[in-house]
Each structure stands twice: as structure tokens, then as C-alpha cells.
């Protein structure tokens, strides 16, 4: 795998973040108030954002470029980007995925603070989720 530089991405530059979503066609956006990350090569090749809830964050937004997925780089990137943070870190995510987030140390045995349990009812309306959490000591 190339030597990619993981790093936090300045609010200036924040839409980039949403073009990189938009050019792989992901419905994800960079969320206010959160603090974005990427990895770059010549351009931006993966991306996420962490947004502060009540205990901890919220990972969400998390999207590597087909052409670098199966490298370990969305592990590499949250371990990164949650390296400083306090508390737990939760996501929300399709079933699917339980197994990727599994072995980067989350685990659906979690108490979610009430504005993501309220957001994984309406979520759960429209299409299969799970919550996971990850808590930092």
C-alpha cells in the first residue's frame, strides 16, 4: 500500500470532503461541527467525520475509494482520528458491516446517548441498522 498521509482536514477545505462522497455517488456528507478526516495519496482517497455527542463521538461518513478498500486504510483511519478523543465512539452502520467494525474493536454491546438512539429508530424505519460502540480509556 502506497504511504498515504492521514490527517485532519482544515474547515476551509471541508468540501472536499462532500465532493469526494458525491464522486463515488455516497449519499454521506460532512457533518457541522464535527471534525473531518482523510487520508490523501495525490488526492482524497478516504474520509470521516466525528461529531461530539454526550460521552463521546459520533463516527459517521466513513468512505474509502473502491480502489483502496481491502488495505486496512478505514482502520488505519479511525484509529487515527480517534486516537485523541475521550469516551465512547459510536456508529451507526447496516448489519453487513458488524464484522469490519468487530475487528477494529467495536461491539454492539453498547448504551447509546438518547440523540443517537432516537436517531437509529428513524434510521431503522427506512432500512436495516445496528449501533456500535468503541469506548477510548
Known sequence: MPELHIEPLAEPLWPLLNKFYRSHNSSMKALKGGR?????????????????????????GVFVDPAYRGQGLAARLIQQAVA???GTVWLLCHP?????????GFSQDTVLPQSLSERLVRYKRNKPMIAMGFSIT
Open 84 to 86: 485523541e478523543v475521550e
Open 96 to 104: 453487513d458491516l458488524e464484522g469490519v467494525y468487530q475487528r477494529m
Open 36 to 60: 473531518l478526516w482523510v487520508a490523501r495519496d495525490s488526492a482524497i482517497v478516504a474520509g470521516l467525520c466525528l461529531s461530539p455527542v454526550v460521552g463521546g463521538q459520533w463516527l459517521t
